[in-house]
């Protein structure tokens, strides 16, 4: 058995993205992302102190706007047009979901579209589904495509069962395993016949947000299996596949954590990167 | 084996806007559908007949807007926005593929997203795509849906194999049956294991454009088949389905032409007549 852990994926996309951040900084530029955050969310926090520790790492910067929990829309688009017109920011993440008071689907509209670096808009998806590759996808669906990509496996023509249809996750990644000529299948909790769709899959990705339900008779031996569930079992934190039953059968198999969720704040770096490269080539122009 | 005819469907989409367009006609509204036509395409002026047939028997109207093959981007963007802006006019419907020399991308964004009632806009892939209902799906996949509804199929946690994954029918289609909870697989040219994949489906969908590809090795006793395909075998036309060999086996089927191909233009149809009674209901509020 093979473990695709997450780590070599961040080293090699940072090694790539070293000499673009480097040419940048020769202009005085630093990529900057900003992060909206409405409350003090603990998933929000953990996932901004990530952020904020892999861009510093990279010579990369991120402003965190913080709006108190019960601030208003128009206080929420503000944030949002300021930092659009913001020539220093060149991605934008908004946490979500957003305190229920809170609209979403105004923002989809605001947010800028070369600065939308986690597909929150509208454009974004269409663009994905279009495949135009004039937005950026979404950043965890991304991670599994850099492990794939990094680890040279090759989805082409082959059966990929994706577990999940999530807007996030399962969804677009589905559409992009399809541009990559992947087979794909998409399962669900409504699918009849999930055990034998996952165990006739070359590549079982699992993205249902439930604490190892794809045990070992989901499995078989010449299968990659990537885990992009997060959940907690007590107080540790495990996948949506029983690692422990199903690693030692399977050819190939992502850890939790250590796998998918490692490699996402360096896909929304690389996003920053090629973005704050795309306003200065405009500026150049 | 039973034969999944389109008129019946026809008929009973008929039957249920009738009503619709009787009282749209009191206020004086006839729902009227402006096609854009470049050129003079054989397969654009056949369609053309077809849809204005359609809408005639239904006390509805197509008006035609024909510009020469060689007309301008601007010329074609004009008409566009003239139909925008024209309260007489519920539906655009653009014919393509246009001549080499104009651009479809920028009437993506141009055509009024309440009249683009076959799915022309980014804005209407993008709702497909996240499911809200904002905008109308494209004909021909949404008329596979109406067939399925119609003969009672429910494909809720069924295998359904799409062959082809095209953006005008097996994506956005693929996409449809995944939010009917269908669990739904995409095949296409890459894909390995083509007749396996077929053969385990309780329902096969073909949009491949590929004459009588499917033969009777693909199929089951108790499997229903739908053809998208419309292909032509010497001077007939014929589906992507062998039907002379599959329809004996299988437990239901649609045949070409009779099939997908006659619901299109009721879809088409049925769309403008929404449109035109969203277009009153915002003028009376």
Redesign the interface.
Known sequence: MQELRGMPVVHAMCEKMKEDIEKLAIHGIVPTLAIVRVGERADDLSYERGTIKRFTAAHAQVNVVNLPADCTQSMLEEAVMDLNSDSNIHGILIFRPLPKHLSEDSLKKLIAPEKDVDCFS??G??????GDKSAYPPCTPQAVIELLDFYNIDV????VTVLG?S?VVG?PL??ML?AK?A??????S????LMG?CK?ADILIASVGSAKMITAEYVHENQIVIDVGINMDGDKLCGDVDYENVSPIVKAITPVPGGIGTITTTVLLKHTVASAIMMQNRKIL
């Open positions: 509208n454009a998806y269409a663009s994905l589904f279009i082409c023509g082959k059966k249809r807007l969804k589905s559409i399809l000529n087979t794909v299948t998409v399962c669900h409504k699918t009849q016949n769709e006739s």
